[in-house]
């Protein structure tokens, strides 16, 4: 294996990106960070838990906000976003650094685009699926999970928006992109990205 190898995996929510995640860095036996990354952002922002959270890949007032606005400095009305967000790339940057790993949404793939190991990876599945997956994960009924799902996915399309100036969900921005509603299992998908690495591993 790369030990240069990072992967970046953007997923539509209830498509089992996460899972794939999971399931994906258990296999090659390397370091996954989703969720395990707010504990850095808190650390470095020194900001509380709940405020770390509640901007978790969610621009909060996207009205204030343009594209790369915070990256390119001009993000001055906004010192908590701007704080928690110069963290989250740091930990970000920091984990990949350490070792190689699988890193779950939070723009992920742009903000480690410098790194030669990095694979992009997006997980969509059809809206169905994705329903079906999110009733069933949050026992929520089919209204609550088409609501749940385009809010989500509003947040997260505007998220990676504001940081990389590109649409989310968009192939050309991602390396290998996966329909995981094609397939039965999360092990399944894992088994599509492990031969598409060797193959690249392969090609070098």
């Given at each position: 294996?790369?030990?240069n ?5 953007s ?107 990095l ?86």
């Amino acid at each position: 294996m790369n030990d240069n190898l990072i992967i970046s995996i953007s997923r539509e929510y209830g498509s089992g990106g996460r899972e794939i995640g999971e399931r994906l860095a258990s296999t090659l036996g390397i370091a996954y960070y989703d969720k395990e990354l707010i504990n850095r952002i808190v650390q470095k922002s020194g900001l509380p838990d709940d405020v770390v959270e509640a901007h978790d890949e969610k621009v909060l007032n996207r009205f204030l906000f343009t594209p790369n606005r915070f990256l390119t400095g001009a993000d001055l009305d906004q010192p908590i976003a701007s704080a928690i967000h110069a963290a989250e790339i740091e930990s970000i940057r920091s984990a990949a650094d350490e070792s190689p790993c699988v890193i779950v949404g939070r723009s992920a793939d742009s903000v480690l685009s410098s790194y030669p190991g990095l694979i992009s990876i997006y997980v969509s599945a059809p809206m169905e699926n994705r329903i079906a997956r999110v009733m069933r994960r949050n026992n929520i009924s089919e209204g609550e999970a088409k609501t749940r799902i385009a809010r989500i996915d509003k947040d997260r399309a505007h998220y990676y928006r504001y940081f990389t100036d590109k649409k989310w969900g968009e192939a050309n921005n991602y390396d290998l992109c996966i329909n995981s509603g094609k397939m039965a299992v999360a092990d399944d998908a894992v088994a599509v990205i492990s031969t598409y690495l060797d193959r690249m591993e392969r090609s070098r």
